[in-house]
């Protein structure tokens, strides 16, 4: 990465020691994972004891204490070894943060300690059957019972669902819209949980993604995280890191595929010549790179903003999410394509890149949400 010379030294060594991880504990094996579906819990633990559980957690709770800016080349070092498994890492690093960031000392105290050592792995739950993009709809309840709260409801789409063993869940405690919501930690082994099947996806098969399924779910009061009402402020709060995590892994499984376009067309020999040489390839390789760096640049300012505060914060978030996993999808398309039929075997790589960067797009806010998110910073309409 040529930005790279924009980097501080200390930013410069977190890229480099998490893409040497990548390349020697993700990309070899990233393609037998998606076939056979295995989730390397093995390996995540390992990618912790580089600090990667606990990006945001403050280093006084156990974490790396990590700025946005250092955690968007985390996970774009990362996912150029495999955009699943990083994905997840932003995933969990998100709900690590929120815990630090909202819980008291002595949730603090229960749950980091595991998140950031990835002895507990974690899972978002705020997408439900019926609530998606409106995400102010969901209908999972939680109502007070004397010391307890008591759970039902449904989440969807959520990954590490089932193996994860901490899961943050948006639940409704009050009224309808965002100010009847709140966020409670659930655990794997509390009566009452249960998981649906593992789906069948397009990509990201190196990851389980499970239904949650909330059945009378008793926890005692002090699993409610922040103020009761406060979980929608919370929800959003977190998806603007999330959103810059994902834009991250976009642009580097697009990197890789971009490499391997490269290589490709060095090695590769067509009408007496290495197709590498052909002007009309090398102007498609420029177009990428270039695509690849805007959005980047994009990506970095929206980051410093989320760590200096800058009200435009959750606008440039957005912008920058839609704008890397385009860009980043479109780039792998490209290499795709520049491999021929070669590219669409599995042994290649490139055709999982691809998968993997599809579902990008829709995570974390679908891009067309966030285009709403911008316009409203735009317009000033609610």
Known sequence: MSAMNDLTEDQRAVAETTRAFAREHLAPNAVEWDQAKHFPLDVLRKAADLGLAGVYVREESGGSGLTRADGVLVFEALATGCPSIAAYLSIHNMVAWMVDRYGDDVQRGRWLTGLCSMGTPASYCLTEPGAGSDAAAITTRAVRDGDHWVLDGVKQFISGAGVAEVYLVMARTGGPGPGGVSAFVVERDDPGVSFGPNERKMGWN?????????????????????????????????????????????????????????????????????????????????????????????????????????????????????????????????????????????????????????????????????????????????
């Open 206 to 382: 190196a990851q389980p993604t499970r239904q949650v399924l909330l059945d009378g779910v008793r926890l005692p009061a002090d699993r409610l995280l922040g103020g009761e009402g406060e979980g929608f402020r919370i929800a959003m709060t977190g998806l603007n890191g999330g959103r810059l995590g994902i834009a991250a892994c976009s642009l580097g499984g697009a990197q890789d595929a971009l490499e391997r376009a490269t290589g490709y067309l060095a090695d590769r020999e067509a009408f007496g010549t290495r197709l590498l040489h052909a002007q009309a390839l090398q102007f498609r390789l420029a177009d990428m790179a270039t695509e690849l760096e805007a959005a980047r640049a994009l990506l970095w300012r929206a980051a410093g903003a989320l760590d200096r505060g800058d009200p435009r914060a959750p606008q440039l978030c957005a912008m920058a999410k839609r704008y890397a996993t385009d860009t980043g999808f479109e780039v792998a398309n490209q290499a795709l394509q520049l491999h021929g039929g070669y590219g669409y075997l599995a042994d290649y790589g490139i055709e999982k890149i691809v998968r993997d960067l599809r579902v990008h797009q829709i995570l974390e806010g679908t891009n067309e949400i966030m285009r709403v998110i911008v316009a409203r910073g735009l317009t000033g309409a609610a």
